[in-house]
């Protein structure tokens, strides 16, 4: 287990540590087998060409997810994701290196809860921003 | 004439028609293959040894776990709207207010909560916003979702 993250540990501006993902056809097909989301487009190359598609595109909940992985590892055990948003903006395709990145934006303790808002967002090889989103999490406190 | 122009009226109705309730059973190896395909090696959702000494006393499923299956059953039918032929997924807002255990129950029930017809560069497009509520088996709210979906 990682090591554990505290509220006190973290400021306002601090960037999320980020996370690289190598993405491959076989995971999009893994990725399509567990969570059942059966759609051409992310598998059939002439499907999604017919569709009007450059390509298969990967899954934009699967992008969810490395955002969410992004913030799960950074928090450690002890943390909660609360909430997570995610908007994709741009399509991604399999062989796509993406990078998870994060920066906290605000910091408050709610209902004896302390609380981390942090914008999210994912880079591909260009550094364009392809998914865009946020993220409320908990941490524990020393105090 | 085949079928009548969508309308933002016929298109909720369309969608609200297959937003049927489903239940999924969480169990382990569904939780193992998630982690796999997401590259997630979180011991919280992938060791059963190290997760006994945490608040939780085992395996949680991971918080993105309702990106995916638990959303499948009603995003799926919602994939295609005839007679719109293509859709795409704009995102989501999920929040988190319970873990949940492999063994637990889970019923999800959706409701479309607002339709918007735009013009965009493909022509007439309809966005459809709708909501899923994510239920243990003893009742209890243990996540909720807002989703976007386009079709053009």
């Known amino acids: ?143 | 004439m085949s079928q009548a122009e969508p309308t933002v009226e016929s298109v909720r109705r369309t969608a609200e028609a297959l937003c049927l309730p489903y239940t999924v059973e969480i169990e382990r190896r569904m939780i193992k293959k998630f982690a796999e395909a997401v590259g997630d090696t979180n011991p919280l959702w992938t060791d059963e040894e190290a997760a006994k000494h945490s608040e939780y006393g085992g395996i949680i499923l991971p918080p993105t776990f309702f990106c995916s299956v638990l959303m499948a059953g009603i995003s799926l039918r919602l994939d295609s709207l005839p007679p719109l032929s293509s859709s795409v997924d704009g995102g989501s807002d999920w929040q988190f207010f319970l873990p949940v255990r492999p063994g637990d129950t889970i019923s999800v029930s959706a409701e479309i909560t607002e339709v918007k017809e735009r013009q965009g560069k493909l022509g007439r497009m309809f966005f459809i916003y709708w909501r899923a509520y994510y239920r243990n088996q003893r009742g209890e709210l243990v996540a909720q979702s807002d989703n976007t979906v386009i079709y053009y």
């Open chain 1, 1 to 143: 287990m990682a090591k554990q993250l505290y509220y006190e540990d973290v400021e306002v501006g601090m960037e999320v540590p980020t996370l690289e993902k190598k993405t491959s056809s076989r995971q999009l097909v893994m990725w399509a087998g567990a969570s059942e989301d059966y759609n051409e487009i992310h598998y059939d190359k002439d499907f999604a060409l017919g569709r009007g598609l450059p390509g298969v595109i990967i899954h934009g909940r699967l992008k969810a997810a490395f955002l969410g992985q992004l913030m799960t590892d950074w928090i450690g055990e002890r943390g909660k994701l609360k909430k997570l948003s995610a908007s994709y903006r741009k399509m991604d395709a399999p062989g796509d290196t993406l990078v998870c990145k994060g920066k906290v934006t605000k910091k408050y303790i709610q209902d004896g809860e302390h609380c981390l808002e942090c914008d999210i967002w994912i880079e591909n090889a260009q550094g364009e921003k392809t998914t865009l989103g946020s993220a409320v999490v908990a941490l524990p406190s020393r105090g």
